[in-house]
């Protein structure tokens, strides 16, 4: 054990491993690079409020996401409205389609003013919808984005409390004394969408473009490893709620060599929800993507599973919450430093064995006005190996 990987514990007997050395993203931006933040946004988003999909078969897509967790708010022939436990807008809306896709996200304006201002900025209308307003924006990767205000929120439903958990030492004695833990093997609750992550092959681009326009701010950045000097080539990017801390990210984002979802996240309970949704699932015959483990950036305990489309979905606890004043972190890109723990990530899980990357790599490289360039490619393939 290197010197500089331990901490000596004040009149411990044991030098202890700091688990941030050589795992997180410590360093901040080096002179000139990218300040993770824009000088002057259009808007400051407060959340995400939903994720759009279109689905080929509604009731396969309503037992897969009654089985993962999610409660039904509403069901007609052509829609499926989901929402989580906490009180909030459905968190996913799915329309009947000819293929099954992901359309786009609404984020949350925190102001009615905040539409004119975004419509003012970006040529767009303010419209009715759904009880509230909305702007209809496009990203520079393709997606139809929406910025929602005053759409209504549905009551919270009742949820289970975090387990009680025997940790340390108390003068009061243990929390939970002469009583078991038996979590449940069911489907999760829910309690809210977290965030959602997309790949671009215009990432620099997409990337200001949400700084400036919703006024995300940058938690975390990755670059190719090696390539540093191209500028980050990932981006963990949470909303901007001042000295209120917010979610680790909302959006993540990366460059690869094609435009597309990679997956959604929902916060459940505790690490016994993640574990327990898990095993029910597994016994339901459902793909599992990759997991239990914790995250680096963002911390989150996490497992991902794919619905019988193939869609990624992630079930996660205990994420970070960083106020405004935390900068970017820097590091480099890498499977292995998606996780502090928690088993290899999975081909499965990265899409790299899926045939379909490599033709859209060479299409990538074909086409005019995005990143991808054969160093770019080179600097994904080995992040995808290491
Ligand atoms: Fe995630």
């Not at 201002?117 to 970006?122: D, K, N, P």
């Not at 459902?286 to 599973?305: E, K, M, N, P, V």
């Not at 005019?368 to 290491?386: T, V, Y």
Request: charged fraction near 25%.
């Amino acid at each position: 054990m290197k010197q500089d990987t331990q901490l000596q514990v004040q009149g411990g007997p044991e030098p202890v491993q700091d688990p941030h050395r050589s795992l997180h993203s410590e360093t901040g931006a080096r002179p000139g690079e990218h300040p993770g933040r824009s000088g002057n946004p259009l808007v400051k988003v407060a959340g995400l409020a939903w994720l759009e999909f279109e689905k080929p078969d509604l009731d396969r897509a309503e037992r897969f996401y009654a089985d993962f967790g999610f409660t039904v708010a509403d069901r007609t022939p052509e829609a499926l409205l989901l929402r989580g436990r906490w009180a909030a807008a459905a968190c996913l809306v799915v329309r009947r389609g000819p293929q099954a896709r992901f359309v786009g996200p609404a984020f949350q304006a925190p102001a009615r003013d905040d539409l004119d201002r975004l419509a003012r900025g970006t040529g767009g209308t303010v419209t009715a919808h759904w009880g509230g307003h909305t702007v209809l924006l496009r990203d520079p990767s393709g997606y139809p984005v929406r910025v929602v205000h005053g759409v209504p929120e549905l009551p919270a439903l009742p949820e289970r409390a975090p387990l009680p958990m025997n940790f340390g030492q108390s003068e009061a004695g243990p929390v939970r004394a002469n009583a078991t833990q038996r979590p449940a093997r069911r489907p999760a609750e829910i309690e809210r969408l977290g965030h959602v992550a997309l790949g671009t092959t215009r990432f620099r681009e997409a990337l200001d473009w949400y700084l400036d326009t919703l006024g995300l701010i940058v938690s975390d950045f990755l670059y190719l490893d090696g390539q540093r000097d191209r500028g980050p080539a990932m981006a963990f990017i949470r909303c901007d709620l001042g000295s209120v801390p917010s979610d680790h990210h909302t959006l993540a984002m990366a460059l690869m060599p094609q435009s597309g979802y990679l997956h959604s996240a929902y916060q459940v309970a505790d690490i016994d929800e993640v574990a327990a949704s898990g095993e029910y699932l597994r016994e339901q015959g459902y793909r599992h993507a990759w997991g239990l483990g914790r995250h680096i950036q963002g911390s989150q305990i996490f497992d991902y599973w794919r619905d019988p489309d193939k869609t990624m979905f992630e079930h996660y606890t205990d994420g970070d919450m960083f106020d405004a004043t935390m900068e970017p972190g820097w590091a480099p890109m890498s499977v292995s430093g998606l996780a502090q723990w928690g088993p290899k990530a999975t081909a499965e899980f990265t899409g790299a064995k899926d045939p379909r990357v490599v033709v859209a790599a060479i299409k990538a490289l074909r086409d005019k006005g995005n990143e991808i360039d054969l160093h770019a490619l080179r600097g994904l393939i080995k992040a995808m190996s290491s």
